[in-house]
């Protein structure tokens, strides 16, 4: 089955800088890498998703690149806020079989 | 208008004894989910329903048993709770089974087995 695996899992960045997490799978069939943020306390919500079809997508402040060849893919936060502070999980699947989740970001904010 | 609402929010139990925890979803889903989520954080899926029919289960024991009894609603009853049980579990639906669905998550149900 499907492994994803999740770097670094705690994150410090001073306010206006960027942060990037680094996800990588295992099963070359995987079309669909969405990003969960969950605040603390509170349920993950999805923030961007990305298809192997495309290589890179982008939202504001948000962008997510795919490497299908290499299969990692990564988040990049720029100009990092404070309300940006949460854990991140990357996550993958294909067809029918199930989400699986990487272990997650601990993303700090410093103001 | 919440999209995906799971009861209780808090639940604070003995070993050995059995309880329910309940999830409703009002987007008109047609796949429902449960998922784990340890004190490490890690979020493991469970079970997934589909149009009331069992589609994923997870090597969960057989202690968890899933129930749907319409589409909008996944339930969630679990026997003789272990303390390996304690940890945050997470309703979530989506639009279809397969594919590139986004899950929509309900506000979780913090089970803590003492």
Known sequence: GENVEQHPSTLSVQEGDSAVIKCTYSDSASNYFPWYKQELGKRPQLIIDIRSNVGEKKDQRIAVTLNKTAKHFSLHITETQPEDSAVYFCAAKSGNTPLVFGKGTRLSVIA | ?114
């Open chain 2, 1 to 114: 208008d919440t999209a995906v609402s799971q009861t209780p929010k808090y639940l604070v139990t003995q070993m050995g004894n059995d309880k329910s925890i309940k999830c409703e979803q009002n987007l008109g889903h047609d796949t429902m989910y449960w998922y784990k989520q340890d004190s490490k954080k890690f979020l493991k899926i469970m079970f997934s329903y589909n149009n009331k029919e069992l589609i994923i289960n997870e090597t969960v024991p057989n202690r968890f048993s899933p129930k749907s009894p319409d589409k909008a609603h996944l339930n969630l009853h679990i026997n003789s709770l272990e303390l390996g049980d304690s940890a945050v579990y997470f309703c979530a639906s989506s639009q279809y089974h397969g594919g590139h669905n986004e899950q929509f998550f309900g506000p979780g149900t913090r089970l803590t087995v003492l």
